[in-house]
């Protein structure tokens, strides 16, 4: 990753929530932005609005990370517009609230998908395409450690993306790329407080020691900081940035 030249950044499901916020930093450090989303082309219009008023590059990409074909156009589509690409976030994921159940399979099956094969399509597209310097940076969730019920697909998938993180980092080995996932807490965005009372989130907020809700700023900036020159000797960890939840 050279600082001489512009550095660009792929941020999936960058149109809202943590992914949004972590699309705004990355700018603010000075990478151009690929801002990918699904289906709410507005909101990845608004996030670009945003970096390019304040003087940033970026360009919103539409694509669903669980279909190869997506994935590499969103890769293919990022350097024509940018050259190289220097930092990979997979911030993509769905969370529905399902028990453990047979009519739960639906649900289950979308959750893989998305969160656990997206990560290994991107993963993948990464290491093709990153070259010395290079950051690949995946999101987990805290919540692995605890037992909710209704998070049993949420948590096997995550659980299966902490699972790629070593095994990636040392399939790269002697490339100079690092591979790292963030495990956030509980965060205030609209995945988290979909389907949940005000009592329930208040109940979730007072189990870390820090008794509040993070914010999608917080886990961005610890996605700076591995994105960052600070964060070139950290390799092969989950840093569970959760204000002390788990």
Sequence with gaps: MTQTSLRAAIVTGGSRGIGRAIA?????????????????????????STITAAGGRAIALQGDVAREEDVQQIFTATQEAFGDIDVVVNSAGVMPMVRIESNS?????QTIATNLRGTFLVFAKAAEVLGEGGRIIALSTSVIAKSFPGYGPYIASKA??????PVLANELRG??????????????????????????????????????????EEIAAAVSFLAG?????VNAQVIRTNGGFA
Aim: charged share 20%.
């Design 175 to 216: 490339r100079g790329i690092t591979v790292n996932a963030i495990a956030p807490g509980p965060v205030a965005t609209d995945l988290f407080f979909k389907g949940k009372s005000e009592e329930q989130v208040a109940q979730i907020a007072r189990i870390a020691p820090l008794e509040r809700i993070g914010t999608p």
């Design 24 to 48: 705004l930093r990355l700018a603010a450090d000075g990478f151009a932005v690929s801002v990918n989303y699904v289906s709410d082309a507005a909101a990845a219009q608004q996030v670009v």
């Design 105 to 109: 399979i639906a649900a289950f099956d």
């Design 229 to 233: 020159p600070d964060g070139a000797w």
């Design 160 to 165: 299966g993306v902490e699972g790629l993180v």
